[in-house]
């Protein structure tokens, strides 16, 4: 019996770790992307195309 509960203990614990993972994750997705960076993906962008010209 004592193995089974400890079984249920780690299911609770890897469930509420990844709650806070997605929690943490979601999070993330959702911070605005600095104005700096979205410079310099436009000017990768610029590149590229004159690249392909």
Request: net charge negative; glycine share 8%; charged share 35%.
């Amino acid at each position: 019996m004592k193995g089974e509960a400890g079984l249920e203990e780690a299911r609770l614990r890897q469930q509420a770790i990844g709650v806070k993972l997605r929690h943490m994750f979601d999070e993330v997705v959702n911070e605005p992307v600095p104005d700096e960076f979205l410079d310099i993906l436009k000017r990768a962008d610029a590149k590229a195309a004159d690249g392909a010209a």
